[in-house]
Nanobody, 120 residues
């Protein structure tokens, strides 16, 4: 499975961005997809996940502001980010796994990150 994230950029606080993650390869086996982020000097954190049945979960820090979705027909996952804050600045990674609940939510397949910078 190969994942390609895109859509990052520079935005002012309060603005919006939409990230995309295109999947290719043996995508029929994928049951879980998600977005992680890593800010400078911080550990990578899970932002949101979505199952093949489109059940979603969010980190408390982004609930009500971010929306994860997936278009199975296009093999693409999205992260709509609204009301962005400077603390959302990070490199965002998309990930996928064949398991619904991988141990410690560490997924097997990863894309390269895309930088999101929110200015105050």
């Amino acid at each position: 499975v190969q994942l390609q994230a895109s859509g990052g950029g520079l935005v002012q606080a309060g603005g919006s961005l939409r990230l995309s993650c295109a999947a290719s390869g043996s995508i029929f086996s994928i049951n879980l997809m998600g977005w992680y982020r890593q800010a400078p000097g911080k550990q990578r954190e899970l932002v949101a996940t979505i199952t093949s049945g489109k059940t979603t979960n969010y980190a408390d820090s982004v609930k009500g502001r971010f929306t994860i979705s997936r278009d199975n027909g296009k093999s693409t996952m999205y992260l709509q980010m609204n009301s962005l804050k400077p603390e959302d600045t990070a490199v965002y990674y998309c990930a996928a796994d064949e398991r619904i609940t991988p141990p410690n939510m560490r997924m097997d397949y990863w894309g390269k990150g895309t930088q999101v910078t929110v200015s105050s």
